[in-house]
């Protein structure tokens, strides 16, 4: 069974190519310059696909530090 479905694929995808024509902005409203890192695109695409419905797994969370 797919983890992702095709149409988030196609979304990452989508802002695999924003990033790299510089169009991919990171932070509230896009207020946070141009996104440089292909992780950061990646995690772009699949926050915007969750946005949508899409079948993409939960997030996952922040590691406490000790």
Known sequence: MAKY???AG??????MHRRKKGSLKRGKGG???KVKSKKQAIAIGLSEARKKGKKVPKRKS???KR
Not at 10 to 15: F, I, L, P, Y
């Open 5 to 7: 479905s095709r149409s």
């Open 10 to 15: 196609k979304d990452v995808k989508r802002a």
């Open 31 to 33: 207020k946070g310059g």
């Open 62 to 64: 922040a590691k406490k």
